[in-house]
């Protein structure tokens, strides 16, 4: 392993056990480990390789014995009895939730969707009117020269609208896929409990 | 050796160390290993530790062209050199003794 591909490693490992605060200065002591190792003769892998697992270290760093405990591991047969017969009950109220999730993101997506609809209409609209307002300075130019003018506007104003729709759903797409990272997290991410004591 | 009672005998062993000058982590395991084997993930909560209780200090000097980070002894760290060195050297071998037990000055 590389020197920086440690430092992540680690880093990553102690983003889950240790304070933030703490988390700046223990990447520090070990880079400055590394790059001493490295001054005293050893290779950046075998400075590396000297001081170990990354997940260990950061245990033993943060003085911290650890207790995970795998909530997938040994359930006991009651609650397994229970989920099954109480699923009428929370599994409806999970469907309901998740629905109310979903319907949550679909609104939200309606208003990119009625901008990109006025958008869409008023910038067809608008070039129709200017192409038919050409016939219609054959007849009057006056009139012809009018149509053409608002055919324009509505030209103009689908743009603006096609242009706010874009903005607002690249806006939309980053609040989407935060929520949905979040979401993610909270529902798949390794449940430990970590125990301190002072040495 | 058991490992608390090791990791309370490192934080003298670093005091001690760093009586003698001003020195960074790598250095001190270099130096104290010899008497008392340690690694580096075991000196970081020490330091941290003495730091906390203002035993010692620490400084970042530049260091072919980076930060090295040293530490220094303070006047309560040298203290509590001389605290274990003068009395909790004799609560050990009256301790060790009791273990021993060829020591009559425990009593139930």
């Given at each position: 392993m590389e020197r920086v591909d440690f430092i992540k490693a680690l880093a990553d490992e102690l983003s889950q056990m240790a304070r933030a605060s703490d988390i700046h200065q223990l990447i520090d002591y070990y880079d400055e480990m590394i790059l001493d190792l490295m001054e005293d003769g050893y290779s950046e892998r075998a400075a590396v390789a000297k001081l170990g697992d990354p997940r260990k270290l950061a245990r033993e760093a943060c003085g911290v014995p650890e207790i995970e405990r795998?909530?997938?591991?040994?359930?006991h047969p009651l609650v397994v009895l229970l989920l099954i017969v109480g699923f009428p009950l929370w599994g409806s109220l999970v469907l309901a939730g998740g629905l109310v999730f979903l319907s949550c993101y679909f609104i939200i997506w309606l208003i990119p969707l009625i901008g990109l609809i006025f958008g869409g209409t008023f910038s067809l609209v608008g070039v129709v009117s200017a192409i038919f307002s050409l016939f219609l300075m054959t007849d009057s130019l006056f009139m012809g020269v009018t149509q053409f003018g608002i055919g324009m506007l509505f030209f103009g104003l689908g743009i603006l609208c096609l242009t706010f729709t874009y903005t607002l759903g690249g806006f939309f797409a980053q609040v989407t896929k935060s929520v949905t990272l979040w979401c993610k997290q909270l529902l798949f991410k390794k449940r430990k409990q970590v125990v301190r004591y002072e040495a | 050796m058991d490992s608390q009672l090791k990791k309370g005998l490192i934080e003298y062993c670093v005091l001690a160390y760093l009586q003698r000058g001003d020195s960074y982590g790598y250095q001190i395991i270099k130096n104290i290993s010899p008497v008392i084997p340690i690694t580096e993930s075991t000196l970081y909560p020490i330091l941290k530790r003495l730091e906390t209780r203002s035993q010692v200090e620490s400084y970042s000097r530049e260091h072919n062209g980076r930060l090295r980070k040293y530490y220094h002894v303070t006047s309560l760290g040298l203290e509590s050199i001389q605290s274990f060195l003068e009395e909790d050297w004799k609560k050990l071998e009256e301790i060790h003794d009791y273990i021993k037990g060829g020591n009559s000055g425990w009593s139930e």
């Open positions: 795998a909530f997938s591991k040994h359930v | -």
